[in-house]
């Protein structure tokens, strides 16, 4: 078995994974990342709902056997919607590639700021 750095080697160099373990990695990816983005807003002291923090499509492309070259948008709110995007590979790398991971908190505090830009009257 592959320890967890050896995957992500392995998955930079556009190797493929079992398909089990693309699924298991790529859930784990969208949670960790929604719940970064949820702990940022909340010490962002922001009136959030955070319960509107949702992946488009999530269901659909979570169970998906193969690596894809498809950018993934976690979106929040319902009308007036704020969305980042993430590269299926952030997806199945994030927390454990430390480029990654700083291109994910990029994307994240962006995400944030247009979030306090639009809760400014």
Excluded at 70 to 77: C, P
Aim: charged content about 30%.
């Amino acid at each position: 078995m592959a320890t967890r750095q050896e995957e992500i080697k392995a998955l930079r160099a556009n190797e493929s994974l079992p398909s089990h373990r693309v699924v298991q990695l790529r859930s784990m990816g969208m949670h960790a990342i929604r719940f970064e983005f949820v702990v940022r807003l909340l010490r962002s002291g922001l009136k959030v709902d955070t319960l509107s923090i949702y992946w488009e499509h999530g269901t659909e492309f979570m169970l998906r056997r193969e690596i894809e070259d498809v950018r993934r948008r976690l979106v929040l709110g319902r009308r007036k919607r704020i969305t980042g995007e993430f590269p299926d590979l952030w997806l199945l790398c994030y927390p454990d590639d430390a480029e990654i991971k700083q291109s994910v908190e990029q994307e994240l505090d962006l995400m944030v700021h247009k979030v306090a830009e639009q809760s400014v009257p």
